[in-house]
């Protein structure tokens, strides 16, 4: 049974940090894109931040520069470590696995982030 298990979500004020978790079982970690995906109300899901099987990672524009993507293939864990945080990061955030080809493709339940004074 696959599970990826999001935490670390929280009501933070702006310009503060947070870090995500997601913890995976059920999957061989390391063969895993592992990717956080974002949902902010009446908005569709968007792409905040991927690190490949390889550790290579790529981010929103909107994001670079403040958010960084990390993985611990000992522990099945992916992270998210998000600084400067503003107004417009809250949404829930969802951790996702997905192979290559694509054959596998798993989501967490997601975690809520808000930003607010």
């Known amino acids: 049974q696959v599970q990826l298990v999001e935490s670390g979500g929280g009501l933070v004020q702006p310009g503060g940090s947070l870090r995500l978790s997601c913890a995976a079982s059920g999957i061989i970690f390391s063969i895993f894109a592992m990717t956080w995906y974002r949902q902010a109300p009446g908005k569709q899901r968007e792409l905040v931040a991927t690190?490949?099987?390889?550790?290579?990672?790529n981010y929103a524009d909107s994001v670079k520069g403040r958010f960084t993507i990390s993985r611990d293939n000992a522990k099945n864990t992916v992270y998210l470590q998000m600084n400067s945080l503003k107004p417009e990061d809250t949404a829930v955030y969802y951790c996702?696995?997905?192979?290559?080809?694509?054959?596998?493709?798993?989501w967490g339940q997601g975690t809520q982030v808000t930003v607010s004074s």
């Open positions: 690190i490949t099987a390889g550790g290579t990672t």
């Open positions: 996702n696995a997905r192979t290559n080809s694509g054959r596998y493709d798993y």
